[in-house]
């Protein structure tokens, strides 16, 4: 299984590759008013106006005096969705047996799929898709709504 390793923090993630379509650079946001409160604002990709997520706050972590500086695009519930990450670190091959499987405590976490181990350090192998639950994914749908709704009105 091959997954993209990228810091949020002092910690490590990794997710699938074929839940990743691109990595850029960070760009200009622009703030979507009423979105949930880890929603950054949406961007423009290539023609697309995608949400962005801030996994920062996402996960309830403080804000950093150094501003993230990379977007994992990634499709959720079919729409393009940006993730906002400190550092991509790098696209490592993991082995089946390298990967433990999380505990009854860490069920709860819906988005993690496993923890590994790379350059020494643990690394959380997470679904991108399932950041978003329940009412947190409604209200990102209410953000491609809007989103569409000014698309078709432009003219």
Do not use: C
């Amino acid at each position: 299984m091959k997954i993209l390793v990228f810091s949020v923090g002092e910690k490590d993630y990794g997710a699938d590759i074929t839940q990743v379509r691109e990595v850029i650079r960070k760009r200009k946001v622009t703030p979507v008013p009423e979105a949930a409160s880890f929603v950054e604002g949406v961007i423009s990709l290539r023609g697309r106006v995608i949400p962005l997520i801030n996994l920062r706050k996402k996960l309830g972590m403080k804000s950093q005096e150094v501003p993230s500086n990379r977007i994992v695009v990634t499709t959720i519930q079919n729409h393009w969705t940006g993730i906002l990450v400190d550092q991509v670190r790098d696209v490592v091959t993991v082995k089946p047996e390298d990967i433990t499987k999380p505990d009854d405590l860490l069920q709860s976490a819906a988005y993690l799929m496993g923890m590994t181990k790379w350059q020494g350090k643990l690394v959380l192998l997470v679904d991108l898709t399932g950041f978003l639950r329940g009412e947190e994914s409604e209200g990102l749908q209410k953000v491609h709504e809007r989103v569409e709704i000014k698309k078709k009105d432009t003219p």
